[in-house]
Each structure stands twice: as structure tokens, then as C-alpha cells.
């Protein structure tokens, strides 16, 4: 069974700052989701990669299948960025997703 | 037009009562997900569906049955609660097809579902 860790867990920053969150998991996989959720509750998907970096936004995404690490960055920081920012893997077939345990990201005006 | 729609938002209920959620997607996906999210806000999947029919079945217990009367819809049936099934369950569907689609594409989410069992 895979094994996803974020890091940090906890990160508070100034708004503009450049924010980068990690993802490592622990068997290869197929594809790689970042997903926000918002204080409300919502969870909104940001990204599904496989290879790569994708960008959108503000936001970019990179992941190393050889090193099985992915990052999420987000560029010029903004309050309203203020969320969890959850890493998901998918191992291909019938898996499914594999969450890690999320990075709560507060911006500080 | 919201695109994954769940019912009810807050279910509030005594232990040993059953209860469903409902899910509808109007994407036209193929595939659609229950995940759990427990008290510590940690996300698990618990089912997923694929064209009506069952794709993954995680160690869910028995007393949770998914039932898809058509690709669109996706309902949750919780017999006998109890206080450890208080959470908050999401709904999800994917474009993906069949058990190689499953988790492959982008996710989309509904507004979730809280419950809490008394």
C-alpha cells in the first residue's frame, strides 16, 4: 500500500511570499492529484499529473516519478489562498486514490 | 448548474437508525467515488463505481452500501450507525472508464455531506 507524506504540515506565510508544499509517496504510481479544500469545506482538485510540471495560475505543480516526489508552489501568495492542500496518488487499476494528511497554508495579509 | 450535487448537507441522527445520501453528477462521467473524511480531516476512498457496476470496494463495513440506480447517481445507505461513522463523506465523479480510468483523471467533488450520529 502506498504511503503519501506532506510536508509541512502547518505553514503560515506573508502574503507574496513563495510557498512550496512537498508530496513523497512510497510506490510508483499513474498519477499524482493535488487538491485544495477550503475552510468551508469544499474540496476543489488543482491538478491530476503524471509527468512533468503543469501550471495554472499562479500555481505550479511538479512531479519526479523517479524520485517520487511532487511540489506544489504557489507564486505571489494571497490570503484567499488560505486552505489545506491535499496530495493524492492513484497506483493504476482498481487502487484508487491514496491521500496524504494535507498542509494547512495560512496567509498573513 | 452545479456540477456534483449531494443530499442532504447536514444529516443529524441517534445511533442504530439508517440513513442514505444521495449523489448526482451532470458532467456525463463515467465514474463516480465515496470518500470518508474522518474528525482529523484525513480523506479515504471507500467506493468507487464505474457504469453502475463496483470498482473498488475498500474494507468499508457491511452496514455502508453504495447503489447506483444509473451512471449519474451514486447513493450512500448507512444501516445501524454508530458514532464512529460521524464524518464527512464526499461524493466524486471522473471522466475515466472502466478499472484502468479509475483515479486517472481529474477528480470533481461535491459539497460534501456531514454527518453525525448520536
Known amino acids: 500500500k502506498n504511503e503519501v507524506e506532506q510536508s509541512p504540515q502547518n505553514l503560515t506565510a506573508q502574503e507574496g511570499e513563495f510557498i512550496t508544499i512537498n508530496c513523497s509517496y512510497s510506490?510508483?504510481?499513474?498519477?499524482l492529484h493535488w487538491l485544495q479544500q477550503h475552510p468551508g469545506g469544499g474540496i476543489v482538485s488543482l491538478f491530476m499529473l503524471s509527468s512533468g510540471k503543469k501550471k495554472h495560475g499562479r500555481l505550479i505543480a511538479t512531479i519526479n516519478i523517479q524520485e517520487k516526489h511532487s511540489s506544489l508552489h504557489i507564486t505571489a501568495s494571497h490570503p484567499r489562498d488560505s486552505a489545506v492542500y491535499i496530495c493524492a496518488v492513484n497506483g493504476g487499476g482498481a487502487d484508487g486514490l491514496t491521500f496524504g494528511k494535507g498542509t494547512h497554508l495560512i496567509i498573513q495579509p | 448548474d452545479t456540477a456534483v450535487s449531494q443530499t442532504p448537507k447536514y444529516l443529524v441522527t441517534q445511533m442504530g437508525n439508517d440513513k442514505s445520501i444521495k449523489c448526482e453528477q451532470n458532467?456525463?462521467?463515467?465514474?463516480m467515488y465515496w470518500y470518508k473524511q474522518d474528525s482529523k480531516k484525513f480523506l479515504k476512498i471507500m467506493f468507487s463505481?464505474?457504469?453502475?457496476?463496483?470498482?473498488i470496494n475498500e474494507t468499508v463495513p457491511n452496514r455502508f452500501s453504495p447503489k447506483s440506480p444509473d451512471k449519474a447517481h451514486l447513493n450512500l445507505h448507512i444501516n445501524s450507525l454508530e458514532l464512529g461513522d460521524s464524518a464527512v463523506y464526499f461524493c466524486?465523479?471522473?471522466?475515466?472508464?472502466?478499472?484502468?480510468?479509475?483515479?486517472?483523471?481529474?477528480?470533481?467533488f461535491g459539497p460534501g455531506t456531514r454527518l453525525l450520529v448520536l
Open positions: 466524486a465523479s471522473s471522466h475515466g472508464q472502466g478499472v484502468a480510468g479509475a483515479g486517472r483523471e481529474t477528480q470533481y
Open positions: 510506490v510508483g504510481i499513474s498519477a
Open positions: 458532467l456525463g462521467h463515467d465514474t
Open positions: 463505481y464505474n457504469n453502475k457496476e463496483l470498482i
